[in-house]
T-cell receptor, first 111, second 113 residues
Framework: QKEVEQDPGPLSVPEGAIVSLNCTYS??????FMWYRQYSRKGPELLMY????GNKEDGRFTAQVDKSSKYISLFIRDSQPSDSATYLCAMWETSGSRLTFGEGTQLTVNP | DSGVTQTPKHLITATGQRVTLRCSPR?????VYWYQQSLDQGLQFLIQ???????AKGNILERFSAQQFPDLHSELNLSSLELGDSALYFC????????????FGQGTRLTVV
């Protein structure tokens, strides 16, 4: 079983929709949770970074962590065609030395 | 622009050959990480250096090696290349040992023919 599971999609939504992207994980030691956006296999771009459980909002993006369920989410409000990309969740354990990535969800926002 | 520079952007080479990929981290960042991304796999962690010293190893093949120099740039050496080594190779950097705020370069696309 992979440490981080992410539905690869593809996910296709109309412009203006609310998008929900999710990851589950099995390693209880993960404490830091990140979301990256990757356009056409360019370098991943750090979008959001949260520590432990709770919500964090940044503009149209909200990251949510539920450690009791080992489940994290990224919500995109008022989605735009420019949001079309692959979204990768990533996790870090405090005693570790690596980011563990999900496989990414491919999102297309249609005008 | 993340501030992380990788060269070359593209590399085509033959099986059995050796190549060197180069990474310049963001100014002030001490940690460098190398990742491999194949078409059918996600980002796979290869190795981390912090201030010149190896800190962690992931799924790095014995044919691969890396180092970080005193000026903090890093090189990833891939030898005895096989077709299956064709992938995107990303370098990331962060200010400290923890990679919680790692910034990625644009990658080197390696094609082995």
């Amino acid at each position: 079983q992979k440490e981080v599971e992410q539905d690869p999609g593809p996910l296709s939504v109309p412009e203006g929709a609310i998008v929900s992207l999710n990851c589950t994980y099995s390693n209880s030691a993960f404490q830091y949770f990140m979301w990256y956006r990757q356009y056409s296999r360019k370098g991943p771009e750090l979008l959001m970074y949260t520590y432990s459980s709770g919500n964090k909002e940044d503009g149209r993006f909200t990251a949510q962590v539920d450690k009791s369920s080992k489940y994290i989410s990224l919500f995109i409000r008022d989605s735009q065609p420019s949001d079309s990309a692959t979204y990768l969740c990533a996790m870090w354990e405090t005693s570790g030395s690596r980011l563990t990535f999900g496989e990414g969800t491919q999102l297309t926002v249609n005008p | 622009d993340s501030g992380v520079t990788q060269t070359p952007k593209h590399l085509i080479t033959a099986t059995g050959q050796r190549v060197t990929l180069r990474c310049s981290p963001r100014s002030g960042d001490l940690s460098v990480y190398w990742y491999q991304q194949s078409l059918d796999q996600g980002l796979q962690f290869l190795i981390q250096y912090y201030n010149g010293e190896e800190r962690a190893k992931g799924n790095i093949l014995e044919r691969f090696s890396a180092q970080q120099f005193p000026d903090l740039h890093s090189e990833l050496n891939l030898s005895s290349l096989e077709l299956g080594d064709s992938a995107l190779y990303f370098c990331a950097s962060s200010p400290h040992q923890g990679g919680t705020e790692a910034f990625f370069g644009q990658g080197t696309r390696l094609t082995v023919v």
